[in-house]
């Protein structure tokens, strides 16, 4: 059982470029979250999938889009990368939705746009 | 969406009890509390959650009072491992998830 995975670990993208973060989880969680977490900062919701299908907006979407495309999988994509959006990124699933329903989340991925 | 306040940092020495307490004033009927450590360079671990009076697992204990305006974080006898950050998290059915800031637990020897 690998829990979440993310890939890449680290990223290094030029301003303006694109890329897309990947996540998955083997828990046969129904709801999936993507997190960023600034320096000396706690986590910001950035996107949720409550269920395979659907997807809504955190507290800080801009600049960012998502994909459930499946029940195991939930990508990010920068399409157009600025230094603002240098960051950790973190994914996480949870058994179904709702803040009293434990998170667990992957590793992390280590952005920095130049 | 209860917004939580916590202490920044504490400081503790091994094998001392360490109390946590996470301030909620605007917490929900139907929310839960819920405590998260991370540390460095890994994701956020779930510990605890509760929603009134006392809950105890083999990690902490966590205590909320009767108002459930606050909650505390209680972990017995830490040792350097325990050096992390610790969330505050309370939410319902399907908020907005708040993490703040957190607490940075220092544990000396």
């Known amino acids: 059982n690998a829990g979440v995975t993310q890939t890449p670990k680290f990223q290094v993208l030029k301003t303006g470029q694109s890329m897309t973060l990947q996540c998955a989880q083997d828990?046969?969680?129904?709801?999936m979250y993507w997190y960023r977490q600034d320096p000396g900062m706690g986590l910001r919701l950035i996107y949720y999938s409550a269920s395979e299908g659907t997807t809504d907006k955190g507290e800080v979407p801009n600049g960012y889009n998502v994909s459930r495309l499946n029940k195991r999988e939930f990508s990010l994509r920068l399409e157009s990368a600025a230094p603002s959006q240098t960051s950790v990124y973190f994914c996480?699933?949870?058994?179904?939705?709702?803040?009293?329903?434990?998170?667990?989340f992957g590793p992390g991925t280590r952005l920095t746009v130049l | 969406l209860a917004k939580t306040t916590q202490p920044i940092s504490m400081d503790s020495y091994e094998g001392q009890e360490v109390n946590i307490t996470c301030s909620h004033n605007n917490i929900a009927t139907n929310d839960y509390i819920t405590w998260y450590q991370q540390f460095p360079s890994q994701g956020p671990r779930f510990i605890i959650q509760g929603y009134k009076t006392k809950v105890t697992n083999e990690v902490a204990s966590l205590f909320i009072p009767a108002d459930r305006k606050s909650s505390t974080l209680s972990l017995p006898r830490v040792s350097l491992s325990d050096t992390a950050v610790y969330y505050c998290?309370?939410?319902?059915?399907?908020?907005?998830?708040?993490f703040g800031s957190g607490t940075k637990l220092n544990v000396k020897p």
């Open positions: 996480a699933s949870s058994e179904n939705r709702g803040s009293q329903i434990p998170q667990y």
């Open positions: 828990m046969n969680h129904n709801s």
């Open positions: 998290l309370v939410g319902g059915a399907f908020n907005k998830f708040y």
